[in-house]
């Protein structure tokens, strides 16, 4: 885990309930994102990557106290994502990252992680 101050220094859980709000908000209209997610309320979905997200940077551990250990490239499994699918989720994801007006080494570290974190991801050649 990274440095626990990270998750107060960019603004706690109301900067990761913005972002993912954000993410979601995206997600709900993408031609190629939106067919992966069953459910058709995106709610659960939303409070999951919230969830994990504010354990990863430092905050609350309540992500592992309902979902267990992360074991994310294994959750990801059944859904098929290959370069199109991780573009998507990327791009989406960048425009809610660059809503928050982080400062420029807050909004580096938070994208890098993301952009790795997706790449590990891709479970499909392109
Ligand atoms: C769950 C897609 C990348 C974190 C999911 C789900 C889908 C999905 C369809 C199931 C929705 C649900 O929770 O019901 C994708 C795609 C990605 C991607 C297409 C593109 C590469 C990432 C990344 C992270 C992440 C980079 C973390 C930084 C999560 C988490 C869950 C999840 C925490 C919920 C796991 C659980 O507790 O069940 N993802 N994801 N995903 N994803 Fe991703």
């Known amino acids: 885990r990274p440095r626990a101050d990270f998750y ?25 994102l939106r067919p992966l997610y069953p459910d058709e309320d995106l709610a659960a979905a939303e409070e999951r990557l919230r969830l994990f997200l504010i354990q990863y940077w430092g905050g609350p551990t309540t ?47 938070l994208w890098d992680y993301l952009l790795m974190a997706a790449n590990s991801l891709q479970n499909r050649p392109g």
């Not at 706690?12 to 190629?32: C, I, K, M, N, Q």
């Not at 992500?63 to 199109?84: D, K």
């Open 63 to 109: 992500y592992s106290e309902q979902r267990g250990h992360p074991r994310l490239r294994m959750r990801h499994v059944p859904f098929a994502i290959g370069p199109a699918e991780r573009d998507a989720w990327l791009r989406i994801m960048e425009s809610a990252v660059d809503s928050l007006g982080l400062a420029p080494e807050h909004r580096a570290q």
């Open 8 to 32: 107060e220094a960019v603004g706690g859980e109301a900067t990761f309930r913005a972002l993912v709000a954000r993410f979601y908000e995206g997600v709900a209209s993408d031609p190629v």
